[in-house]
């Protein structure tokens, strides 16, 4: 029933409508954020779109938006006021986000900013919500048994649908909120995990695993990708002590500076998780824009070392899409002129 009600409300006319009246006051723009692809029939994963979706979700938006680049972001007069502006960008720099994703890109003539964690891609290790959710989802796991470490004796619904995932969604939530996967808690359950379904894991990581350093510059030569940065170590930079997070923020900058021929402007904070210390420090690292996860429209006024993006999951039908779309869109009419 609110899947239908979310159909309803999404339809593109209505996004349509909503974008004419927004753009009378300038013109109206939405930043969407993806992870990752798989091939159709691979196991689904919380945000892992299938190949066929994606593809699909570009057709819808090329029917109600223009699509942006991150340029055009500081070029006001590019921008289209007519219909509505759509950035996308993709977090976190797996593999398929060349494979699978660019190549529909380039056939939708979408340009997307990419935020690559260079750590991973220097060691070409998985990241570590994979090596939780890869067995969980492969092997069809109804129970993960934490306990020992502090955490829950979780239990997954068995249809893989929604409520699976707001299973996994809280396994996952509980790790994050006691540290990075350094901490001895998160540290000793990922080994537990792995100990009990390393070895049926790994035959799935590969076509999951991050981007190699040649694959980093592939993907930047391409006319429709931009590379920004997602952190050295793709962890919570709140729970940086000062060091670690200027680390963190410079050396991922100078790494794909290295990669790509010119430093990054652009940021994503991973989970987007981000305090007034991190947004200063990234800005002290020469980034101009952060990005964060929560939903929002970009405009001229957002902070900059706060702006909002709309999350894209693979359990996202496309009526969801344009729910989300259209709720921002009414939400911005009901706000102070940009």
């Not at 954020?33 to 159709?40: A, F, K, N, S, V």
Request: glycine content about 8%.
């Amino acid at each position: 029933m609110l899947e239908a009600v979310k159909s309803m409300i999404g339809q593109p006319v209505l996004t349509r409508g909503l974008t004419r009246a927004g753009g009378r006051g300038g013109p109206v723009v939405a930043v969407l954020c993806y992870h990752d692809l798989r091939e159709d029939g691979d196991f689904r994963n919380w945000l892992r779109l299938s190949v066929t979706d994606f593809d699909r979700h570009l057709t819808w938006l090329g029917r109600v938006a223009r699509f942006i680049a991150p340029e055009d972001l500081d070029a006001p007069e590019r921008l289209a006021r007519d219909r509505l502006n759509v950035m996308l960008t993709f977090d976190d720099g797996y593999v398929n986000n060349l494979k699978l994703a660019l190549p529909l890109l380039a056939a939708h003539r979408a340009p997307a900013l990419f935020f690559v964690s260079t750590h991973p891609v220097q060691e070409q290790q998985p990241f570590w919500p994979d090596l939780v959710l890869t067995p969980v989802q492969a092997l069809r796991l109804e129970r993960l048994d934490l306990t020992a470490f502090g955490f829950a004796d979780y239990r997954f619904r068995a249809a893989d649908d929604g409520d699976r995932w707001e299973d996994l969604e809280r396994l996952l939530v509980d790790l994050k909120r006691v540290g990075n996967q350094d901490h001895p808690r998160v540290a000793g359950a990922l080994a537990h995990i792995t100990d009990l379904h390393g070895a049926a894991a790994a035959e799935h990581l590969q076509r999951f695993r991050p981007l190699s350093e040649g694959e980093v510059r592939e993907l930047a030569r391409s006319p429709w990708a931009r590379v920004g940065s997602h952190s050295h170590d793709h962890v919570l930079l709140t729970y940086l002590d000062d060091a670690a997070l200027a680390m963190n923020l410079a050396e991922s900058r100078r790494i794909l500076a290295g990669l790509t021929g010119s430093p990054p402007t652009d940021l994503a904070y991973p989970n987007g998780t981000w305090d007034a210390r991190v947004a200063a420090a990234t800005r002290e690292a020469g980034y101009l824009r952060a990005w964060t996860s929560s939903p929002g429209l970009f405009t001229s006024v957002t902070p900059r070392m706060a702006l909002p993006r709309l999350m894209v999951g693979g359990y996202d039908s496309l009526g969801v899409l344009g729910f989300v779309l259209n709720k921002q869109l009414a939400l911005g009419l009901a706000s102070p002129r940009r």
